[in-house]
């Protein structure tokens, strides 16, 4: 051994000295003889105890040896307490579980990175030097090696298994830099040797720092764990390479060593990992060379997943874990729950295009995961207006973030084709108390999905419904519309007309495509009213505004003096007086044409004629506000108002003068009521009845015979005892409406499993004329057992949410089902002698045969299934690649997807009044303002109270009305769509909404195998002509009966089936839809005598309202061109009656 001091050119003693070969062996046998030794202890420690266990076990026991076996085991049992609390108390220290434990372990971490420091320090010298005891740096590095051996100690004591410690990663560090220190004091030197291996206590940073709750997300803990495994291999690689290649080979005494820095053997490590090796700085050595390729290998996996992982974490950190800057005067709104590709984009969509180029509203979208790639693309696409923040509206570390405290309002998003509805309804239900509880003024506007969870949401105590907290359910309005589709056929696409926005430009190949895309424009709007129109009733208000002004009104806000709050009324009778500011419903294309209806000046626009210039006048911002209704009401005389030149009105207003008692009349009626035991239940919304056994409604296949539906609904259910209940209650509400007399309600077959629909029972027992078929609608079997040649109409409603492969395959039983009924074709020729001839049949060729169809509506989840339903209704090819409100399908009313729905979220935050009156249209009458006013269980036919008349029951329906053999046909002239507009609306109070025309198909159908299809016209233009088998939406007062004598032939078109346009009935009306009529059995309707419609003066203050009242019951399916007739005569008889206690006048 040769210790020899060196000097530097000063001649100073550095305190360095040379370390010879065996001074290198001597520090690294020092830690293999540690732990091989160690190790050897241990197994044989093992074996020997498992040895003597089994020995014990194997070999008999005598008298003494049972003594000593006692008394040892007395004693061992003592040891082994006192070693199993003490081992507890050191777990729990070395578990930083307690305060005296966590300093144990940060201290431990802190001077491991210490001692890492003084490699790193004294790695400036040359390897093979050894540093004496005269370096400052050797006993601070013996005091942290001493008490890591104390640490170790404790580890060791501790641990349950010894072998599984002794070979653990922190043990075999310490092992191999713990026994040189100690041998460094013997020899009174100190060598780098293995030091280097402390760096792989760097894997402990992630512990550290939770500890010290530096972090606390997952993305933090995550990202800390990369970072800390990325650092020690680097740091450790490096290590191992600055000693090899300064040792030089074992076998060659060094002689290919070279002098390389531990920053050059990090440059090295870098460059190698990166696989970029710049040949700068390469390997010589043996050892250096074979680790170097063993290295290579794994530096693949630490750049290619690790380092690229830990760029991500850290750019998302930054990104989007940073808190939204409130900008003052900047309104934003916060969007939370299901952020996904296809939701975001759909609610873009819709949100921007209300004001498109002067919105003014950020969006900030608080999502609970990263956004992907293409979510990303279109935050990038719309970077004006959103903002993406990772959070949830669960914690309020993270509202605050998003500052809900000062948005605009909460937009909730739900998932309607999740596999769990009641699971995600449960969790937006939690993001609303977690958002009113840190904020309660903050308006929320949410989405549910099952109509049953909304009951929870106004239970919630800083809920409030003015101001503007409102609820979208899916269940609810979806099922509600095909409801309707199934009382009046194309009214589901009526209305959804009115909620669909269309930005593509469509070039129609056919002339009734022209029509339909026309009809498109035209959208619901809210437009307060000019205060000259106080005073005025609103069939003189309706009627000015159509006429003078080109626009639609078809509802009113008005204040209910029965409940007292402001509830929406749908054609208001005459007795319904305006009032100042009130607010109008208008269909109309833009918010700029409405306007006309706030600057309307009694005395400036008198005289004015063109719509375009009907503007804000000078006189009302001098005076603004100070006329009253009584100096502009519109005076008659012969049709025409006193103002205007006898030449601009085209549209006379003639009454029917028809004199009537109104208390007589209105007592007669409730009488009648009575008489019919109309039990209503306690709103007095919806037919009630007391609850049914399920088996007493449960049919048989084979008893057909005893039923015979006609002019029936069938429904087609897929689920079954597991599938979430999708609340089929909400489909029977509308369709048991109180606006319909008993006698017209339509009985409801479903067919489906019997363990599904067993479950839905409970909510649809107290709801009179509701069958059930166990079956499929798969099995034509079962669909013939429900009669349904006879129905008015099928739907076809789509499976509850369960988990599909594809989004395609969502929709296969409804698709499937649909093929299976639109199979069934129906002969003319096969019909039962007491049945009316089918002219829903058409073809002037007797040589060929005749068909119909059933009338169906398919509902499907997935839009993008449309061109299957498209196929199938052989009007394929139109326009393919469009969306499903550009299709054939739905423009004929057999298709409706709820897709749509997720435009109402925007609408309802923008204006809150057009979704109020959605959601009375297409529930049978139910808004959330009759919500605050009554208790959510007796409005939904499950209360054993009830009642048998109710004022709100006196409420307008819908109807599609034939201009033969209806009401309508004593309009005269009609040849235009104003004309019939302002004939019905002066002399029967129906106020008239669209159109639904007969497609000329002779070219598309020339085999007539698909029958005659009709699409829907939304609010014609006022000159727009009519033909003579068109059919008219109507809003039709309730006590009106559209019934008539008509001795004239049968033409395709002629009945209706009246629909409550809060609650719509249908009638039966040609090919998809069928017609209804009076029963044969029934009381005959009351007969007119209709005289030649004369013009006469009607007082403003004493309205009379022509009123047709039907005492019959509604009969099996009658076809178009055609009239029921009892004894070869028809009979309808007339009355007068003025419902004046629905709508009391107010001034």
Excluded at 59 to 80: A, H, N, P, Q, T
Excluded at 485 to 490: E, I, K, T
Excluded at 930 to 952: A, M
Aim: with cysteine.
């Amino acid at each position: 051994m040769c210790l020899t001091k060196s000097e530097d050119s000063s001649g100073e003693a550095l305190g360095k000295m040379s370390c010879t070969a065996e001074i290198q062996a001597a520090f690294i046998l020092s830690s293999l003889v540690t732990f091989f030794s160690g190790l050897l202890i241990l197994l044989i420690s093992r074996l020997i105890w498992r040895s003597i266990k089994k020995w014990q076990k194997s070999e008999g026991k005598g008298i003494f040896l049972e003594v000593m076996s006692r008394s040892m085991d007395r004693k061992r049992s003592r040891s082994l307490t006192f070693q199993g609390v003490f081992r507890d108390r050191v777990e729990m220290l070395l578990s930083a579980q307690t305060f005296v434990g966590q300093v144990l372990v940060i201290l431990v971490f802190v001077l491991s990175i210490g001692s890492l420091i003084i490699y790193f320090i004294n790695s400036t010298d040359p390897v093979r030097s050894c540093s004496s005891y005269q370096d400052k740096t050797i006993p601070i590095d013996l005091t942290f090696n001493a008490f890591f051996s104390f640490y170790f100690g404790l580890r060791f004591v501790a641990a349950d298994d010894k072998v599984k410690f002794w070979l653990e990663m922190n043990s075999i560090v310490d092992i191999f830099t713990i026994p040189p220190t100690f041998i460094s004091y013997y020899l009174k030197s100190n060598w780098l040797g293995l030091r280097f291996l402390r760096a792989l206590r760097l894997l402990e940073l992630p512990q550290i720092l939770q500890i010290l709750r530096a972090i606390r997300t997952s993305n933090s803990v995550k990202f800390s764990k990369l970072l800390s495994i990325v650092l020690s291999t680097l740091f450790t690689a490096a290590g191992f390479i600055h000693l090899v290649e300064n040792s030089g080979d074992p076998w060659l005494k060094g002689r290919n060593s070279q002098n390389i820095s531990y920053f050059e053997s990090i440059y090295l490590v870098m460059a190698t990992a990166s696989t970029v090796g710049f040949g700068d700085v390469v390997a010589k050595t043996s050892l250096g060379r074979t680790f170097i390729m063993v290295f290579t290998l794994g530096s693949l996996v630490l750049f290619a997943n690790y380092v690229p992982e830990m760029v991500e974490l850290f750019g998302n950190k930054r990104k989007y874990t940073s808190s939204y800057e409130v900008v003052k005067g900047k309104k934003f709104i916060v969007v939370c729950g299901n952020i996904t590709v296809d939701s975001v984009t759909a609610f873009l969509r819709n949100f921007l295009r209300h004001k498109a180029g002067e919105i003014n509203t950020e969006i900030v979208f608080l999502g609970e995961v990263p956004p992907s790639l293409e979510l990303e693309t279109i935050f990038k696409c719309y970077m004006a207006y959103t903002t993406f923040i990772s959070g949830s509206a669960l914690k309020w570390e993270d509202l605050r973030r998003v500052a809900v405290d000062s948005a605009e309002a909460c937009l909730i998003i739900a998932n309607p084709l999740c596999s769990d509805s009641h699971a995600e309804d449960t969790s937006n239900i939690m993001r609303v108390l977690s958002i009113k509880n840190y904020y309660p003024n903050t308006r929320v506007i949410i989405q549910i999905l099952q109509s049953h969870n909304k009951v929870f949401l106004p239970k919630i105590p800083s809920w409030n419904w003015n101001t503007g907290d409102n609820i979208i359910c899916f269940a609810e309005l979806k099922l509600g519309f095909i409801a309707q589709g199934c009382l009046v056929p194309g009214l589901c696409t009526f209305l959804t007309s009115l909620f669909v926005e269309q930005n593509k430009k469509i070039c129609p190949k056919e002339p009734w495509q022209k029509h339909f895309f026309s009809g498109l424009r035209n959208k619901i709007l809210t437009q307060r009213l000019s205060d000259d129109f106080a005073g005025m009733s609103f069939p003189d208000v309706c009627r000015l505004c159509f006429v003078k002004m080109h626009l639609m009104l078809i509802a009113i806000e008005h204040k209910s003096v029965c409940h007292g709050y402001c509830g929406l009324i749908l054609n208001p009778p005459a007795q319904v007086k305006l009032r100042k500011n009130t607010l109008g419903f208008f269909i109309a294309e833009s918010a700029k044409d409405v306007k006309r209806a706030f600057f309307y000046c009694a005395v400036c626009h008198s005289d004015v004629y063109t719509p375009e210039l009907i503007g804000k006048c000078s006189c009302k911002s001098k005076n603004p506000r100070h006329r009253t209704g009584a100096t502009v009401m519109v005076m008659r005389n012969n049709g025409r108002e006193h103002s205007g030149p006898k030449t601009q009105d085209s549209y006379p207003a003639t009454h029917t003068s028809m004199a009537s008692n109104l208390s007589f009349t209105t007592r007669a009626l409730l009488y009648e009521m009575e008489r019919e035991s109309d039990r209503l239940d306690s709103s007095g919304m919806f037919h009630w009845c007391k609850a049914t056994p399920l088996d007493k409604m449960i049919l048989k296949r084979t008893e057909k015979s005893k039923h015979e539906f006609r002019n029936h609904i069938v429904a087609c259910v897929f689920g079954d005892a597991h599938s979430t209940l999708m609340g089929l209650r909400n489909f029977v509400m509308p369709l048991r409406a109180s606006s319909y007399t008993r006698q017209e309600l339509k009985d409801i077959v479903f067919v489906g499993s019997l363990d599904y629909l067993q479950r839905e029972w409970r909510f649809l027992q107290n709801f009179p004329q509701i069958y059930i078929l166990p079956g499929s609608a798969l099995y034509s079997g079962d669909l013939h057992a429900v009669n349904i040649e006879e129905c008015s109409m099928c739907a076809v409603l789509s499976s509850p949410s369960k988990s599909a492969s594809s989004p395609t395959l969502v929709d296969m039983e409804p698709i499937m089902a649909t093929l299976n009924i639109g199979s069934l074709r129906i002969s003319c020729s096969a019909q039962t002698p007491s049945e009316p001839q089918c002219t829903r049949c058409f073809g002037d060729n007797p040589g060929k045969s005749k068909y119909r169809r059933i009338p169906i509506l398919t509902e499907l989840k997935n839009p993008s299934n449309m061109h299957f339903i498209e196929q199938l209704g052989g009007m394929e090819g139109d326009f393919s690649g469009m969306s499903l409100h550009l299709s054939t399908s739905f423009a004929t009313g057999t298709v409706f997807s709820g897709s749509f729905l997720d435009s109402l979220l925007a609408t309802a935050f923008y204006n809150y009044h057009v979704l109020e009156l959605l959601q009375m249209l297409v529930t049978g009458g139910i808004s959330s303002q009759l919500e605050q006013h009554l208790d959510k269980d007796k409005f939904c036919g499950l209360n054993d109270s009830y009642s048998t008349v109710s004022p709100g029951r006196m409420r307008c329906k819908l109807g599609l009305l034939s201009l033969n053999q209806t009401i309508l046909s004593d309009i005269q002239p009609r040849r235009t769509f104003g004309q019939i507009f302002c004939g019905s609306l002066d002399n029967l109070g129906v106020l008239c909404l669209g159109l639904y025309r007969m497609i000329d198909e002779e070219e598309h159908n020339p085999e007539h195998k698909r029958g005659v299809c009709w699409f829907v016209i939304t609010r014609p233009e006022n000159e727009f002509m009519l033909l003579p088998s068109d059919l008219v939406f109507c809003a039709i007062p309730f006590s009106t009966s559209c019934y008539k004598k008509d001795i004239s032939p049968p033409s395709p078109c002629e009945i209706i089936n009246m629909v409550p346009l809060t609650e719509e009935t249908l009638t039966d009306v040609n090919c998809p839809p069928s017609v209804d009529q009076v029963s044969e059995t029934a009381a005959q309707p009351p007969s007119i005598s209709v005289r030649l419609l004369e013009p006469k003066p009607i007082p403003a203050g004493d309205p009379k309202q022509a009123v047709l009242t039907p005492s019959g019951k509604l009969s099996s399916q009658t076809h178009p061109g055609e009239t029921t007739k009892e004894d070869g005569k028809e009979t309808m008889e007339e009355t007068a009656v003025e419902d004046a206690s629905a709508y009391p006048e107010s001034d």
